[in-house]
């Protein structure tokens, strides 16, 4: 998520704000993003009634494997605030009396 | 010298494909593409179990995850002179079929048409015109005065809730976008129409490779898909019926949707078959395989050199040497380690990075050669070889699209027009008809060996010691891939793939030489250097495939402009 602040920082954006920049001309099958993704399903007449994305500003951007620790520690912070959102639609999400411990593949031996 | 423009997909981390070009007089002057990201798996994959390559090179990207697999496996089965069952040889090729028309179908509606239709002007089409001008090129039955109305309505609805979606990123109103509001109206239908066909196609893929993209069915030595006509968790006649159908329908939409509206925009554009040409000797390899050996092919493959069809060399062996012996590739300008031209088994990968220096080195992308020579791959590439050996299919389908596009254009279009930038979305789409036939027909041979009692999918082999070379070729929907292995003791040794877009989108060789890329935009015209659409339209006619990147949002800076005019 590219924007003004501190790394580890949410920011959270519904669909409005997703597309109120347009997207560019892309030249390669790679290029198109979330932006063109939601657009495409929209116009297709199956976009999602409810769009919520809950981003990460980055520690830094590279080639490599894993989460810079700044990232790392906002994991709890965006998981609860995809468990609000449950939350808020209506469909609460059921919450583990002793919550897992945080394993991503990457980091296993 | 003339202005400078650059085109860089800036909203990337890494990037992928960056074109640089000076324009002088109205016209495309030089140029220069450049990959803009590292590609490192050859170096992950040393001293790994040859028999995994293929999980990893899967990994190359995200669009063509399938053609790795398939370039790998049969790279190492080559090494090794394994010969797979001829189960395993058609299923491959019904993936291998069912991926390419996917491909082919996303390529054309979804992230070209945009170059050439105008969608705001298809608000003020007449939907009667459009449906009988559809209806005189094709018995389509979704071509109706109600479906134009519908989608018009569609368009109309979005216009009026102030903005275009998905279609505000083109250009639109540009002095060189000129088709009808009829026939932009039904371009506009068929993009979502082609929405819900290109996904029966991958749905062919994902039925038979488990999941796509990244298939999971393949084996060094066969496939993973169980026969059992008894079981319903293995591959039986209600899953073989379940392609079937996919198949029928996809074939539909190509030989009736695609076909006539590639003839019809290359018909109105007609002034495109005169530029892009680029590097006209070509190189395709063979595929879908007949036998076990892979000596017998449903696609051709060979050389065309200088454009000239009577040059044909035919490729027609898994164990080709003329292939295997003539293809090397050039560091002089790439951000590699030394300045060298070797043959792949012989490379190695040491990246090297030192600023984008047009002059010196510009690019992550190597550049592949054939006996010395740049060559430019793609569907055009075997396209051309089919029509020079006088494959039916080929033959058939490209005739049909030169008789519609000249009928409309009021001309004589010959074969020659093809080598051009629209001539390579005209054989796009020849091929994908190509394929369209060719799968169903591998589909029946398929059907009719488990038919015979046949259930075998795997060849047992064992790794002898010592050293041992294998290169494994398939015709992607961008054109020839190969893998290349060494391997010694059944560990890898080392390993290259050379890439479609590697050859397309390489930068000069020590020579000098332009890949086909720049070649072929020298000489394009530029109407407007702050909206070089015609520069996109050259490009975007290979169907240009740089490696993925993460995806970074930027929803609170205004994007950037990806494209730069330096005076």
């Known amino acids: 998520m590219t924007s003004a602040g501190t790394p580890g920082e949410l920011r959270l954006y519904r669909r409005d704000e997703i597309v109120r920049t347009p997207p560019q001309p892309r030249l390669s099958p790679h290029d198109p993003g979330l932006k063109e993704a939601l657009l495409t399903t929209e116009f297709a007449g199956t976009g999602p009634r409810e769009v919520l994305l809950v981003g990460v500003i980055p520690g830094e951007v590279r080639t490599s494997v894993g989460l810079s620790p700044a990232v790392r520690s906002a994991v709890p912070a965006a998981v609860a605030e995809v468990v609000r959102e449950l939350d808020r639609l209506g469909v609460p999400a059921r919450v583990r009396a002793v919550p897992l411990p945080l394993d991503p593949w990457w980091e296993r031996a | ?567």
């Open chain 2, 1 to 567: 010298m003339g202005k400078r423009i650059t085109v860089d997909p800036i909203t990337r981390i890494e990037g992928h494909l960056r074109i640089d070009v000076e324009v002088d007089g109205g016209k495309v002057s030089n140029s220069w593409s450049s990959g803009q990201m590292f590609r490192g798996i050859e170096e992950i994959l040393k001293g790994r179990d040859p028999r995994d390559a293929w999980i990893f090179t899967q990994r190359f990207c995200g669009v063509c995850t399938t053609v790795h697999a398939i370039a790998s496996v049969r790279a190492v089965e080559n090494a090794l002179g394994v010969e797979i069952p001829i189960n395993a040889q058609y299923i491959r090729n019904v993936i291998i079929a069912a991926h390419a028309m996917h491909d082919h179908i996303v390529h054309f509606y979804h992230l070209s048409a945009l170059d050439w239709v105008d969608v705001v002007s298809a608000l003020k089409a007449d939907p009667a015109k459009a449906s009988a001008l559809a209806e005189s090129l094709s018995p389509w039955p979704r071509n109706s005065k109600r479906e134009m109305e519908a989608v018009q309505a569609k368009l109309k609805s979005f216009v009026a809730g102030g903005q275009l979606g998905i279609f505000t990123n083109g250009y639109w109103g540009h002095p060189a976008m000129r088709l009808s509001p009829e026939v932009n109206l039904l371009a506009v239908a068929h993009y979502l129409q082609a929405l819900e066909y290109q996904q029966k196609a991958n749905k062919v893929v994902a039925i038979l490779g488990s999941k796509t993209p990244n298939i999971q069915n393949l084996a060094v030595g066969g496939v993973a898909n169980a026969i059992n006509l008894d079981n319903q968790a293995a591959l039986n006649m209600e899953k073989l019926y379940m392609i079937k159908d996919l198949l029928d329908e996809v074939a539909g939409f190509i030989q009736q949707v695609y076909l006539p509206d590639v003839a019809a925009v290359g018909a109105m554009y007609a002034e495109w078959l005169g530029y892009g040409a680029g590097v006209t000797n070509y190189l395709a390899v063979p595929d879908m395989p007949l036998d076990s050996k892979g000596t017998q092919f449903d696609l051709p493959g060979g050389t065309i050199m200088g454009g000239d069809l009577s040059t044909l060399k035919l490729i027609d062996s898994f164990q080709e040497p003329y292939f295997r012996d003539n293809v090397t590739e050039s560091i002089a300008h790439a951000w590699y380690d030394g300045d060298w031209d070797k043959h792949p088994w012989d490379e190695d990968t040491v990246p090297k990075y030192t600023d984008f220096d047009a002059e010196k080195k510009y690019s992550w992308v190597k550049a592949p050669r054939f006996g010395g020579k740049p060559m430019q791959v793609g569907p055009l590439a075997q396209v051309l070889v089919g029509y020079a050996a006088g494959h039916p299919i080929i033959k058939k389908y490209a005739d049909q699209v030169l008789t519609t596009a000249g009928a409309i254009a009021k001309a004589k279009l010959g074969p020659g027009v093809l080598h051009s930038t629209l001539g390579r979305h005209a054989a796009r789409a020849i091929r994908c008809a190509t394929f369209s036939e060719l799968a169903l027909k591998h589909w029946g041979l398929l059907a009719a060996n488990i038919g015979k009692g046949d259930h075998t999918i795997f060849t047992p082999f064992t790794f002898p010691a010592g050293e041992q070379r294998g290169f494994g070729f398939h015709e992607a929907p961008r054109g020839v891939l190969s893998h290349w292995v060494v391997i010694r003791d059944g560990k890898i040794a080392n390993y290259q793939a050379v890439v479609p877009s590697t050859w397309n989108a390489g930068p000069r060789d020590e020579k000098g030489q332009k890949g086909p890329y720049e070649a072929s935009l020298v000489g394009n015209p530029v109407a407007d250097a702050e909206k070089p659409l015609e520069v996109l339209r050259t490009i975007h006619s290979f169907d240009p495939c740089l490696a993925c990147a993460i995806h970074t949002v930027d929803v609170e800076g205004n994007e950037l402009s990806r494209v730069k005019t330096l005076a």
